[in-house]
C-alpha cells in the first residue's frame, strides 16, 4: 500500500488536490475520518473566485444545478448599518450547503482515480531520517496503522495534527474570534435582539444542533517541511469574514498538487519544496491576505463600520471594487459565471 501521494483530510482543499493529482495520473490516497456526506459549519458559499478555480479542473454543472446564485455582500454592524454591495457586472458566487459540495468534490476525485479511506484517523506523521514519509492513522478497525507515500498532503483543516505535531501550526493571541458557540436558545434570542440580523434570519430554520468552533486563527509560517506540504485551512486561518476561505482554500490546494507534481517528477528536491509552496502562495495571495487583515481591523469597531456604509453611500465606486476584490473576481481571469455549466 505504498501511494505516490496520501492526503489527510478530504474536505475541499484535499479532494481538490487528489482530484488534480489522479487526472495527471498519480496514485493518491485520501484519508478522512468522517464518513461522507457530512455536514461542516460554514456560510456556505463559494465566492465568483472559487467558482473559477472549480472550473479550471472540472465540470460545475453540479455545483450550479445543487446552488442559488448570490451576488455580492451585505455588511451590517451596530447603530442598524447596512452596506450593500454588488460583484456586478454578470458576476455570481453560490450559495451551496458544505454537505453537497464537499460530497460531490471527494466523488469527484475518488472517480478520477484517488482511493478514498473514510473512517480513517490521521494521528500523526511517519518520519524517517527527518522527512515525511506518510501518515500514521487509525482506522475502522480501531489498531494503529501506516500509510506511506513519496509526498504527504496535510488538509485536515484548521486542528491540523500533521501540522501540530511538527511545530508548524500555532494559535496566535489575536485575533481570538468564535463561530457560533452557545445554546440554542441563547443564540435565537440573540438574533432575536439584534435588529439587523433579526430580519436577515426572519424565515430561517435552525437545520441542526448549535456547533462551537474557535478560537479561529491559525498561523503558520512555513506551509510543510521535506516531504510534507500543507493546503487549505491547514495552512492558515484567520477568520471567515470575507467570505473566501473556500477560494484560497481551493487555490492553496492546487499550489500544493503542482509542487507535488514538480517533487514527484524530480524538478524540485524534497528539502526545497516547502519553501517553493510558501514562494508560491506569498506570490498567488499576499495582496490578498493583506486586505483581509484590513477588513477584518475596520471591522473591530463600530467606526469602521459606520466608516464602510459613508464609503458606500459617498464613493459607492471605490466601495464595489472593494466586494469584487473579497469576492476574488480580481485575481481570476474566468470570474465570470463558469463557461462549462
Ligand atoms: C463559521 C465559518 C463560516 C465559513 N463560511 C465560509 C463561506 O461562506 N465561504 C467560504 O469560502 N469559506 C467559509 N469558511 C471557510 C471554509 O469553511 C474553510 O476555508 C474550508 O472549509 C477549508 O477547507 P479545508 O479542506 O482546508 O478544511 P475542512 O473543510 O475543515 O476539511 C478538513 C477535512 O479533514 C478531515 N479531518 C480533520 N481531522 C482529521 C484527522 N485527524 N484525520 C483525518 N481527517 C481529518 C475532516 O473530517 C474534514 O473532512 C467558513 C469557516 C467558518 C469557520
Not at 479550471?56 to 450550479?64: D, Q
Not at 477584518?296 to 467606526?303: E, I, K, S, T
Request: hydrophobic share 45%; charged share 25%; with cysteine.
Amino acid at each position: 500500500m505504498f501511494e505516490d501521494v496520501v492526503i489527510a483530510g478530504g474536505g475541499p482543499a484535499g479532494s481538490f488536490a487528489a482530484l488534480i493529482l489522479a487526472q495527471a495520473g498519480v496514485r493518491v490516497r485520501i484519508c478522512d475520518r468522517a464518513v461522507f456526506p457530512r455536514d461542516k459549519l460554514c456560510g456556505d458559499t463559494l465566492n465568483p473566485g472559487a467558482l473559477a478555480v472549480l472550473a479550471r479542473h472540472l465540470h460545475t454543472s453540479v455545483v450550479l444545478a445543487a446552488s442559488i446564485p448570490i451576488d455580492g455582500m451585505v455588511l451590517t454592524g451596530p447603530g442598524d448599518v447596512s452596506v450593500h454591495g454588488r460583484y456586478g457586472d454578470g458576476v455570481h458566487g453560490r450559495a451551496i450547503t458544505r454537505r453537497a459540495l464537499d460530497q460531490w468534490l471527494i466523488t469527484t476525485a475518488s472517480a478520477a482515480g484517488a482511493i478514498v479511506e473514510e473512517r480513517t484517523r490521521v494521528i500523526g506523521p511517519l518520519v524517517t531520517d527527518d522527512e515525511v514519509r506518510g501518515v500514521r492513522v487509525r482506522g475502522k478497525a480501531g489498531g494503529e496503522q501506516s500509510r506511506p507515500a513519496r509526498v504527504t498532503i496535510a488538509a485536515e483543516g484548521r486542528r491540523s495534527p500533521l501540522a501540530s505535531a511538527l511545530g508548524l501550526a500555532r494559535q496566535p493571541s489575536t485575533p481570538r474570534r468564535w463561530a457560533i458557540g452557545a445554546p440554542a436558545s441563547l443564540l435565537e434570542s440573540t438574533v432575536r435582539s439584534d435588529a439587523q440580523l433579526r430580519w436577515r434570519f426572519a424565515r430561517a430554520v435552525r437545520a441542526s444542533a448549535v456547533t462551537v468552533l474557535g478560537p479561529m486563527a491559525v498561523d503558520v509560517e512555513m506551509p510543510g517541511r521535506p516531504g510534507l506540504l500543507l493546503a487549505g485551512d491547514a495552512a492558515g486561518f484567520i477568520d471567515p469574514m470575507t467570505g473566501d476561505g473556500l477560494r484560497l482554500a481551493l487555490e492553496g490546494a492546487e499550489l500544493a498538487a503542482d509542487v507535488t507534481l514538480d517533487v514527484l517528477a524530480g524538478r524540485i528536491s524534497r528539502t526545497r519544496m516547502a519553501r517553493e509552496l510558501g514562494d508560491r502562495r506569498r506570490a498567488r495571495f499576499r495582496a490578498k491576505w493583506r486586505f483581509n487583515r484590513a477588513m477584518r481591523r475596520l471591522v473591530d469597531y463600530p467606526a469602521g463600520v459606520a466608516g464602510a456604509a459613508l464609503a458606500a453611500r459617498w464613493l459607492p465606486g471605490l466601495f464595489a471594487q472593494m466586494i469584487r476584490y473579497a469576492g476574488d473576481c480580481e485575481t481570476s481571469a474566468k470570474c465570470r459565471e463558469p463557461v462549462n455549466q
